[in-house]
């Protein structure tokens, strides 16, 4: 299992940016994926699940409305998963990760118990 994150960066209150995570090792037809984020002296947390298998995608509250999640299969090694951040605040600043959920289905909520397999995490920071 390999998770590989990129498009993290610095970007102004109130702009956008989109993370990318390779997926490969797995069939994204079997396992959820989701995206976590830590943020300095504070524990990680959910932002966003996604399941091809049922078509489910849940976002935890403070990104509702402001990050959408999305998925892609290239081929049947790799699949991409997307989270595209937009209106983005200062709080959002943090380390965001990938990982692979160990069931098809998000489900509700963000338990990383649920995840058995992480990538590296990209920053992303967010200016006021």
């Known amino acids: 299992v390999q998770l590989v994150e990129s498009g993290g960066g610095l970007v102004q209150a109130g702009g956008s940016l989109r993370l990318a995570c390779v997926a490969s090792?797995?069939?994204?037809?079997?396992?959820?994926i989701g995206w976590f984020r830590q943020a300095p002296g504070k524990e990680r947390e959910g932002v966003a699940c996604?399941?091809?298998?049922?078509?489910?995608?849940?976002?935890?509250n403070p990104v509702k409305g402001r990050f959408t999640i999305s998925g892609d299969v290239a081929d049947n090694a790799k699949s991409t998963v997307y989270l595209q951040m937009n209106s983005l605040k200062p709080e959002d600043t943090a380390v965001y990760s990938c990982?692979?959920?160990?069931?098809?289905?998000?489900?509700?909520?963000?338990?990383?118990?649920?995840?058995?397999?992480w990538g590296q995490g990209t920053q992303v920071t967010v200016s006021s």
């Open positions: 090792g797995f069939s994204f037809d079997d396992y959820a």
């Open positions: 990982a692979k959920k160990i069931w098809a289905e998000c489900g509700r909520g963000f338990y990383e118990y649920e995840y058995d397999g």
């Open positions: 996604i399941s091809k298998s049922d078509g489910s995608i849940d976002y935890s």
